[in-house]
């Protein structure tokens, strides 16, 4: 039997705007890579504020020139009326096991939040799973801070909630990711969200981020 193939190129509700997996030709493209790693940066140096310490880079271009080899990012292009296609967000997607889809790394330039791009990536990236690897439970994780609350992480956690997902298991961050435990400012929560993606589970309704 083939394997099912990846969802088609997804045109954004944000006009000019497309979501797609690369070719892994694009690892080589180290222009390209740098700015995914760039956007990635960015986005977790303000969302991870208080958490981590401050100039920690949360990916590398060898980390994603590695995962775009492995076709495990979904980026989205932004082709203006008479410009270059230029990259304004990803997310990093792979095959946990037989039955488990893996999200991660979800990033968008500060001119696109709330425009619905965050959600659209998110979307892309399940039916991504769904079609290629029959997952049938998508999985996203977050770290939270557990000393003060993070504005942020408050509501990114609402927003997945929105979308469908549901805490199921406090993960082990110091066994998960050990090099991350040096940068700590101090104590966390590693939690585990899971979202059925059965058609009857599949409800995004008002997710706009």
Known sequence: MSKPSPPPPHNS??????IEVPPASTADDDAFV?????IINVEYRWGEAGVVVDGTLRTTVSEVANQLRARQ??????????GDREAIGCIYVRKLNA???NLGL?????EHHGSGLARDLVRFGEE??????DSKIMQIELLVPTTFESAHKVRLQAWYERMGYVVVADGDFGADYPHMIPVLLGPVEYRVFEKN?????????GAKL
């Open 34 to 38: 740098r700015v995914l790693v760039e």
């Open 13 to 18: 509700n944000s006009r000019n705007v497309s």
């Open 106 to 110: 979800l990033a968008v330039r500060a």
């Open 128 to 133: 991504h799973c769904r079609r290629a690897f």
């Open 197 to 205: 993606l059965e058609p009857r589970a599949r409800s995004t309704t």
């Open 99 to 101: 039955t488990h889809g």
């Open 73 to 82: 990012f979904s980026v989205a292009f932004l082709t203006p009326p008479g």
